[in-house]
């Protein structure tokens, strides 16, 4: 982008006689390890051969949810009202406390020192662990939607809504989880300011280049997290996935900035750093978006 802005009318779409169709394809390789070129060339025209951003977006969105639903990390839809839970805990608390007792009966008469006498020790130390876990669960489920329990605010659909959120937590979470594929293009427009923050004083840079910029950002960050999924199913080492979510991220984020703005190292690090402590503040945001919206809802 240091070229004027004018490159942008004098940059021809890809064809085959400026540049090859194996160079011009949108690909994911292209997407993961050179995301500034790919953000620049798309800026700069080069769109025939190229999967738009949002389409990327999308199909990112909808590989993920699929794959989360595959793998059955998802909530349910409903686990059962709160008298339900209660009623639950208080016959698995009731049904430990009887082998508890059970177990240390028979081991009153059990011979010291024997096998019999050891495995009811090992026995009556996992039953007395997991009656204490037990106990340590809330009697109700007031306040486990992380809202006080009979919160009013005046507003009746909303103070429905939080009624509703207590009495069936899990009916909550779904509804969070489903909107939050609903509405995950939200995450777009909440995130265009806060790059636009970061070139405030480099007007040559408008509105319409940090949105190809975020949108195909975030493709990456579902693309990663989908990569990350079904690695951690097929056995890879927790640490090797947890290294990967945390450094990545950011290192993508430094290049593509680099390389769609055309900026120096340092400056691309330093806004890198910036857009970091913006994105706790965008998923914040979306997060509060989502939980209006499942109250409301």
Same mark, same amino acid.
């Given at each position: &982008?240091?070229?004027?802005?004018?490159?942008?009318?004098?940059?021809?779409?890809?064809?085959?006689?400026?540049?090859?169709?194996?160079?011009?394809?949108?690909?994911?390789?292209? !997407? +993961?390890?050179?995301?500034?070129?790919?953000?620049?060339?798309?800026?700069?025209?080069?769109?025939?051969?190229? @999967?738009?951003? &949002?389409? &990327?977006?999308?199909?990112?969105?909808?590989?993920?949810? *699929? #794959?989360?639903?595959?793998?059955?990390?998802?909530?349910? *839809?409903?686990?059962?009202?709160?008298?339900?839970?209660?009623?639950?805990?208080?016959?698995?608390?009731?049904?430990?406390?009887?082998?508890?007792?059970?177990?240390?009966?028979?081991?009153?008469? +059990?011979?010291?020192?024997?096998?019999?006498?050891? +495995?009811?020790?090992?026995?009556?130390?996992?039953?007395?662990?997991?009656?204490?876990? !037990?106990?340590?669960?809330? $009697?109700?489920?007031?306040?486990?939607?992380?809202?006080?329990?009979?919160?009013?605010?005046? %507003?009746?659909?909303?103070?429905?809504?939080?009624?509703?959120?207590?009495?069936?937590?899990?009916?909550?979470?779904?509804?969070?989880? $489903?909107?939050?594929?609903?509405?995950?293009?939200?995450?777009? /427009?909440?995130?265009?300011?806060?790059?636009?923050?970061?070139?405030? %004083?480099?007007?040559?840079?408008?509105?319409?280049?940090? +949105? #190809?910029? @975020?949108?195909?950002?975030?493709?990456?960050?579902?693309?990663?997290?989908?990569?990350?999924?079904?690695?951690?199913?097929?056995? #890879?080492?927790?640490?090797?996935? *947890?290294?990967?979510? &945390?450094?990545?991220? /950011? @290192?993508?984020?430094?290049?593509?900035?680099?390389?769609?703005?055309?900026?120096?190292? %340092?400056?691309?690090?330093?806004? $890198?750093?910036?857009?970091?402590?913006?994105?706790?503040?965008? #998923?914040?945001?979306?997060?509060?978006? !989502?939980?209006?919206?499942?109250?409301?809802?």
């Amino acid at each position: &982008m240091s070229t004027a802005r004018s490159g942008r009318s004098g940059t021809k779409s890809c064809t085959a006689s400026s540049i090859s169709r194996a160079n011009c394809g949108t690909r994911f390789p292209l !997407l +993961a390890f050179r995301p500034g070129e790919l953000t620049r060339r798309y800026i700069f025209g080069e769109r025939a051969h190229f @999967v738009s951003p &949002m389409a &990327m977006f999308l199909f990112s969105v909808f590989t993920m949810f *699929a #794959v989360l639903q595959i793998m059955g990390v998802s909530p349910p *839809a409903e686990v059962g009202t709160t008298a339900q839970f209660e009623s639950g805990l208080q016959f698995a608390r009731k049904n430990t406390e009887e082998s508890l007792n059970a177990a240390r009966a028979s081991r009153a008469k +059990a011979e010291t020192g024997s096998e019999r006498a050891k +495995a009811l020790d090992k026995k009556i130390d996992k039953l007395s662990t997991d009656l204490e876990e !037990l106990n340590r669960i809330p $009697t109700t489920l007031s306040g486990r939607t992380g809202l006080p329990s009979g919160l009013k605010t005046g %507003w009746p659909r909303l103070d429905k809504g939080i009624e509703k959120m207590e009495r069936n937590p899990g009916l909550a979470l779904y509804k969070l989880q $489903t909107n939050s594929y609903k509405f995950s293009w939200a995450l777009i /427009p909440l995130s265009i300011p806060f790059v636009w923050a970061l070139f405030l %004083w480099r007007p040559r840079f408008k509105g319409y280049d940090h +949105a #190809v910029f @975020v949108t195909y950002s975030l493709a990456f960050m579902s693309l990663l997290f989908i990569a990350l999924m079904i690695g951690s199913a097929l056995g #890879v080492p927790r640490d090797v996935i *947890a290294s990967v979510a &945390m450094f990545a991220p /950011p @290192v993508h984020i430094f290049f593509q900035l680099k390389g769609a703005y055309r900026q120096p190292a %340092w400056k691309a690090l330093l806004r $890198t750093f910036a857009l970091l402590v913006f994105i706790s503040i965008i #998923v914040t945001l979306f997060a509060l978006l !989502l939980l209006g919206l499942g109250l409301l809802g």
